[in-house]
Nanobody, 113 residues
Framework: QVQLVESGGGLVQPGGSLRLSCAAS????????MGWYRQAPGKQRELVAD?????ATNYQNSVKGRFTISRDNAKVYLQMNSLKPEDTAVYYC?????????WGQGTQVTVSS
């Protein structure tokens, strides 16, 4: 059974930082392209960043220079710095390989003073 489990969300003040983690089981994480998506209330889910199995990264323009995606053999991470209220959303981990695609259950990130 494949599971992606996100952690690290929470409430943070504007300008603060959070580090999200995504732990995978049931798949060989190293062959997957892994991504972080987010969905704010009333909005569509959108790609935040992704990282290929070779380590190539891609970022949404609004998070470039503030967020960093990384991976090791067990987890995928999203380091989020200089957080803004508009970053508030549920953040989801996603894994893709060939025809296979998996999602985590999401972790809430709230940026508010």
């Amino acid at each position: 059974q494949v599971q992606l489990v996100e952690s690290g969300g929470g409430l943070v003040q504007p300008g603060g930082s959070l580090r999200l983690s995504c732990a995978a089981s049931g798949i060989i994480l190293s062959v997957y392209t892994m991504g972080w998506y987010r969905q704010a209330p009333g909005k569509q889910r959108e790609l935040v960043a992704d990282i290929t199995r070779s380590g190539a990264t891609n970022y949404q323009n609004s998070v470039k220079g503030r967020f960093t995606i990384s991976r090791d053999n067990a987890k995928v991470y999203l380091q989020m710095n200089s957080l803004k209220p508009e970053d508030t959303a549920v953040y989801y981990c996603d894994g893709k390989y060939s025809i296979n695609a998996y999602w985590g259950q999401g972790t809430q990130v709230t940026v508010s003073s």
